[in-house]
C-alpha cells in the first residue's frame, strides 16, 4: 500500500504560478512512476505530467513550457510546478502513483485561476 498526500493548491491570479507537492509513504520501494492528472468541473479526469524512475518526463500539450515536474532524490515526493496559469488550468489536482502493478491516487487538491 501507498499513501499519498497532496498540498499546495490554492487561488491565483491568471499568469501566476503555484507549486503542488505529493508525498508517498509506505511501501514507495517500488514505485516506478508518479504524476499528476486533473479534473475540471463536468469533464473526464485528463492526464497532466508523469516523471519515471528514471527521471524520464511526460507531459500533456497544453501544459508543455509552462509546468515542470520534478521529484525529490528519495523518489518519495513529486511536484508539479505550474507557470503562467490560465484560468482554464482551473481543476482539482490529483497525485499519481504506480507501484508493483496497482495505481494509487490522492485526494486532490484544487488549483483556482481566477481575477
Known amino acids: 500500500q501507498v499513501q499519498l498526500v497532496e498540498s499546495g493548491g490554492g487561488l491565483v491570479q491568471p499568469g501566476g504560478s503555484l507549486r503542488l507537492s505529493c508525498a508517498a509513504s509506505?511501501?514507495?520501494?517500488?514505485?516506478?512512476?508518479m504524476g499528476w492528472y486533473r479534473q475540471a468541473p463536468g469533464k473526464q479526469r485528463e492526464f497532466v505530467a508523469t516523471?519515471?524512475?528514471?527521471?524520464?518526463?511526460n507531459y500533456a500539450d497544453f501544459v508543455k513550457g509552462r509546468f515542470t515536474i520534478s521529484r525529490d532524490n528519495t523518489q518519495s515526493t513529486v511536484y508539479l510546478q505550474m507557470n503562467s496559469l490560465k484560468p482554464e488550468d482551473t481543476a482539482v489536482y490529483y497525485c499519481?502513483?504506480?507501484?508493483?502493478?496497482?495505481?494509487?491516487w490522492g485526494q486532490g487538491t484544487q488549483v483556482t485561476v481566477s481575477s
Open positions: 499519481y502513483v504506480g507501484s508493483a502493478g496497482y495505481a494509487y
Open positions: 509506505g511501501n514507495i520501494f517500488n514505485i516506478y512512476v
Open positions: 516523471i519515471s524512475s528514471g527521471a524520464a518526463t
